[in-house]
Structures are given as C-alpha cells and as structure tokens.
C-alpha cells in the first residue's frame, strides 16, 4: 500500500486541530474584510467630501444648506430646470460662477468678473468671482462632521481588525505547537518501537536530527508559513473582490498574476526541494559526525584523529554552505526581483489604462477612484512578496516533513505489555538458522535445550554465533529459520514485550541512564520498589562504593554514568537485572571488563540467586563458567562440542584448546 504524499500527511496533522484553525482563519477573514474597508472609506471621503466641494450648486430653501452672498446653497442631485451654479477648483484657487460650467473645463482667462473657459473644443462664457479662504470655508465646513465619522468608522474597524488578527496569530501558534507536539511525539514512540536492526544501519545523529531539527522546521510550516499562505490567499481574494468592484476590466487583466505565481510555485518547489533535501540530509550527517566525536573523544584524542575529524566535519561543513549559498541565491534572483516585476508591470499596465482613457476623454475617473485603485494595488503586492518569501520555508518544511514521515514509514512494532505468567525457565532452540543479511548465515542449525534453574554457556572465537542466540533469545531479532521455545511455548506467539518480560539482561558494555542511582536500579517501575533495589544491589556488593557517595543511594548520575569505573557501572546493570527479579538472566560477557576481585564478589552473588533462575552466561573469560551445569562450545555457527567442563577438558578438543591458551600453555594439538 503506497503511503500517502507529504502534503497530504502534514494536512491531516492539521486537521487534528480543524476546529482551532477554522477559528483562526475565520478571525483572519474578518480582520482582511476590515482592513480592507480602509480604501473604499479613503474613495468616499475623496469623492463625496472633499473633492465633491467643488462642483454644482443650486438655491434651495433649507436653513441648514450653505449660505453664501445670501443665498442659501445645497449641491445639485440629479437634473434640476434651476439656475445652477459652479464651484469651480483651479489648482489652489475656488471660484464662485453663476453658470453650470463642467468642472473638468480649462480655464482660459479670469478678469473683471468675465471669465472663459475652453471644453471639448467649445468655449463656455460666464461670470463670476473669485473666493477668499474664509468664502471657501463655508463650502467645506459642512464636510468636517461627516469626514471626522468616516475617519472614526475607519479607527474603529482597524482596532476591531487588529482584535480579530490578535486570535488569529494565538491561536495559529497554538496549533503550531501542538501539531509539532504530536508530531515529534508520534515520531519519538514510533522510534521506541522500530526493530533493534533499525538502529545498527542508522547513526544516532540522523534520527537525533529527524526528531527534533526537522519537527522544529516542520514547526514554522504552520506557524509562519500556514498564516502567510492563508492571510496572503485571502487578502488577495479579498483584494480582487474590491478591484472589481472599482473597475472590472482591469481587475480581469490583474487575474494573470494568479496563473503566475501558481507556475513559479511549482517551480520553486522542484529547484528549491532538490538544493533543501541537500542541506537537510547533510546538516543530518553534521548532526551524525558532532555526536560520533563526542561519545568518541577519548579514542580520538588517544590516537591523535582529531585533525581528520575535523577535516571530516569541515567536509560536511562546506558541502551544507555550498548548497545553501545556491539556495540563497537561487532566492534572491527569482523570488524577490519577480515581485517587483510584477508590480512594476501592474503600474504601467493601470496608467496605460486610465491614461489612455483620459487623453480618449471616453471615461472619467475620480480621484477616490484612483486613490483607491492605486491602494489596492499596492496592497495586492504586499501578500504576493510575503507568500513568495516564504516559499523557501516552504519547502524546508515540506522537505524536513518527507523525513519525519520516512522515519515514520519504518514499519514498528505493536507494544503490548500484557501481563504473563512467570517462566519456569525451559529454554529450547529447535534447528534455529539465521542471518542479519540475506544467505549469510551466522547461526546453522542449532539445537539445545536447558533445563529450569540450569546455567548454560556458550563460549567460542569471536563471530562464532554467542551473541546471536542471546539476541534471538530476547527478541531483539526472530529465528530465520526453526524455533525457539520457552516453557514449551514459541516465543514468536505473542508480543516481543511478553516474551522480554521475565528476562533479565546484563550487557558487556552497560549503559547508564541520567538519574539517581535508584532510577537507574528501578527504571522507574512502579513494581519494584526501594528497599527491592537497594537489596539488589547488595546482592552484589555495589554497597561497597554506593554508600561511600554524599547522598548514597539517591546520588545524581550523569549522562552514560561517567563518574563511575567501568566495573561499577556494571554492578549497577547487574543489580538491574537482579532488581526486576527474572526467570531467566542472560550475561552477555558481563564480566569481562570487571577486575578480579569485583568479579569474585559477583560470582559470590551470583552463587545465591541463580537457584530457581535459568542463566545464560557468554564468556571469553573460562574461569567465570567452570561451575556451569552446561557448556556449549560454538564455531562458524555450529555447537561442536557440549558437557560440563570437566567432561569438555577430558575430550581435548576446541574447549580444551581454548582453555589451554588462556592459561598460557600451547597445546601440542594446536601449534
């Protein structure tokens, strides 16, 4: 089944949270038709206020119309059979004609009363006189009132406005937040249950990386670039809505910069994912190599590597510089110098037209109109550069998404801890084969049963298959080939956490979470409780330097328990295992970085827990499994050899040679 495309994955993420976003963009849409309302507002105010004060006049009888030369005036409505006069405007100066001269007229000449003006190619005569400011006055003190409402309504519909874009943007960045929570949430539980081959393919860095950078670039999708592309969507809309409203026919010529910048976002999306897929990839190797130096340095600074680590890093360095300076200036030609060719287009495009359409004399266009026109135009350009800025966001987002998703495309496994009877501890390998790769066999055939409260070994040349069958024991892989039984019962049946949950494990190299040293006994499992911990881990002596330390059992671990020795941070797993009381204990080499005298003290502890306990013990070390009720000899993933070690000595063979060797002898079968 084909997983669904990044854009769609990162929608449904959203739709998590419909109700919050719709909330928002519903406030966005009241805030845009608010604001706006800002232009229409300006026209009117142009129009029927200020401009308007020159024009057309007749006499009426109102008391409350303007009184001039005792006349009393209100401006001409319609066709009226009245004389009618002019407040002609020219330039700065008004003059009061007692004929209707259109107001576009030119004046040709103004003395004596006697004035002549020139329109469509005709000359107009009439008289009149010419006003001093406090006689203009009277005409425009009548417009004070209604400009001051119309300034008010337009006040009162920005702070409304900025109310609604208020909830918008909170609420927008709460959703964010939250889907990059889930997000990195669903992507951290699915890593906790991707199979242990997973993580032996994939450095720590790059799923470190895919976790937290790429979420937090995911997270300026919809914080940033979601408001961007929606306000910018509905402003545009919004904008056209208006445009055509004013004038049609060049809100229809403006619809072509829709088409374009759909193209140049098409276009952006494959050059800029190509050059983001780059950099994030390799800011992932960054991330991978930084991680490998530090849990390294000991062994880097030893063997003198740091000047090829840091050729290595500067590598990787100049590769993500490399790429993003193509990306940068991949942005700064296209995305930016396209907006303001747009714009500059637009702008000879609406003085071409009203241009030619006013030395045509075939329209007349106020100056609201204009005002408004030119407002709207500029505005239009304002969410179109904003969207297009963000196109690179974009595709980081997108990018960084495809690699979330590509971590959440591993397929994991079900986590189920449902409660199970404790084993008795049979444990049985029936012609179990298998292999990490393909026909490359690490174990072949093998076969053993150990009995309940037993301790079984295996021991062999490194590669031999001893750590295979621990891993398949513990479910870390299944079987290829056979199966594995426990109290009769295949294992494969049921979850991997039914099978784990009475077995205790106890690695060569422990690792030690940040903590108490309780935590770290407990791992936080509500069912063991102190005096359990405390107890195991003087089962194996770690009291001996634990109650040494300030705050003793509750002393502060640091990150991979570094101020502990090597020995004691293995007392500190062994106590672990011991603490969750298993049916059955694997000890994966675990004595084999411990000094003498601490592996004594183990195996004294070990001497008192191993009744009703199966253990499974990996050694290099033959003198820590001589006591063994079974000895299984592996070589090239066979068991060549079993018995106990005195039945193994007698037989001379692998065993008796490998345990000649150790104790420093050559036998004359191996030379």
Known sequence: MNNPSTEKRLFNYAMQFKKTIFIGLFCLIIAVALELTGPFIAKKLIDDHIVAVANHYVETEDESAITFNGIQLERLQGENQNQVFTLFQDGLSFYFLNDRVPLDAKLIDNSNG???????????????????????????????????????????????????????????????????????????????????????????????????????????????????????????????????????KLAAICLVLLPILYVWMKVYKKVGGKYNRVIRETNSQINANINESIQGMPIIQAFNQTERMKDEFEALNEKKRDFQTRMNTFTSYSSFNLVDLFRNLAFVVFILYFGGASLNATSIVTAGVLYAFVDYLTRLFEPVERIISQLPQLEQARVSGSRVFELLNVPGEAVKEKPSKRYDGKVAFDQVSFAYEKDQYVLKNITFTIKPGDTAAFVGHTGSGKSTIMNLLFRFYDPTHGVIRIDGKDITVGSRQEARQHIGIVLQDPFIFTGTILSNITMNDPSISREDAIQALKAVGADTFIEQLPLQYDEPVKEKGNEFSTGQRQLLSFARALAFDPAILILDEATANIDTETETMIQKALDVLKSGRTTLVIAHRLSTIQQADQIFVLKHGKIIEEGKHHSLLKEKGEYFKMYEMQHGRQPESVS
Do not use: C
């Not at 006689?135 to 337009?154: D, G, H, M, S």
């Not at 450095?203 to 929606?230: C, Q, W």
């Open 114 to 248: 006697q004035f002549q003006f020139e329109y469509q190619e005709r000359s107009i005569q009439t008289t009149g006189e010419k006003l001093a400011a406090n006689e203009v006055f009277l005409f425009f003190k009548r417009e004070i009132e209604p400009i001051l409402w119309l300034l008010a309504l337009y006040m009162g519909l920005i702070l409304i406005a900025s109310v609604f874009l208020y909830y918008k943007t909170y609420l927008l960045q709460y959703v964010s937040n939250r889907i990059v929570q889930e997000m990195r949430g669903d992507a951290f539980e699915h890593v906790q249950r991707l199979p242990v081959s997973y993580f032996v393919d994939q450095p720590a860095g790059t799923i470190l990386s895919r976790v937290t950078n790429d979420t937090e670039a995911i997270k300026e999708l919809y914080e940033r670039v979601l408001e961007v592309f929606a306000s910018g969507f509905i402003y545009i809309t919004g904008i056209f809505i208006a445009l055509f409203l004013l004038n049609a």
